[in-house]
């Protein structure tokens, strides 16, 4: 007798073929399950930019970017000591760094740690003195310790490096208005405007440096002789 075609064509196989098929199988069903897994870390690392920019500089220690990635996002979100500590990272990473300085100078100035800020600046300013925006910002801090000649000349070294920020002349304006140099203030102000006229700053101080020369222009009332 011949062997049945039917039979043999649903055969099952052997117990072999059986363990074979379902371990491959499991190692099937592993490695979607583990996919699936990375898969939804991953989702949840792009949902959340702090746990993304971590895990990128886990990934990626010396690289200074992901670094000011993060204390950016600190900073404006206004976590000041965690933008703080992430700044002096990239400075241990790479000490002669001048926007890490001036980017700690600022986050020192925004939590009123002004002597530091000076320090950090001071430092911008030894390793590139041709920056203007550590200039206009050593400025500011010179003005917010009391020292209002330091904090004119430096806004001046950074006009002279960059004439044609409106900001600077609007800070450097202030300075001399605050020390009665109206006329002084008034040019500061003007050359600001002229830079950006809708710039509200320097409207509000214009505003603001002609209400004090009118009253300084008004005759003072005699006293009362009776």
């Not at 059986?18 to 592993?30: C, F, P, S």
């Not at 800020?117 to 300013?125: G, I």
């Amino acid at each position: 007798m011949g062997k049945n075609m039917r039979e043999k064509a649903f055969r099952t196989g052997s117990r072999e073929d059986i363990r074979k098929g379902m371990a491959i199988w499991v190692a099937a069903v592993l490695v979607v399950i583990a996919l699936s897994g990375m898969t939804y870390l991953r989702n949840m690392l792009w949902r959340n930019p702090v746990t993304l920019l971590q895990d990128t500089i886990i990934k990626s220690s010396k690289k200074l970017r992901p670094h000011y990635n993060l204390a950016s996002y600190y900073e404006t979100r206004g976590h000041l000591d965690l933008a703080a500590e992430t700044y002096q990272l990239v400075i241990n990473l790479k000490p002669d760094d001048v926007m890490a300085h001036n980017n700690l100078g600022n986050v020192y100035v925004n939590q009123g740690r002004y002597g530091e800020a000076a320090r950090e600046l001071q430092t911008a300013l030894s390793l590139d003195p041709k920056a203007p925006l550590s200039h206009d910002n050593l400025g500011y801090v010179y003005f917010k310790l009391g020292r209002p000649d330091e904090a004119i000349q430096e806004y001046q070294t950074a006009i002279k490096l960059a004439p044609e920020v409106a900001d600077i002349h609007n800070n450097l304006g202030y300075v001399y208005f605050t020390q009665g140099r109206f006329d002084d203030a008034a040019e500061e102000y003007r050359r600001a405007l002229k830079l950006k006229p809708d710039f509200p700053a320097a409207l509000d101080n214009m505003n603001m440096l002609y209400q004090e020369m009118s009253k300084k222009s008004r005759p003072e009332r005699p006293k009362n002789i009776y």
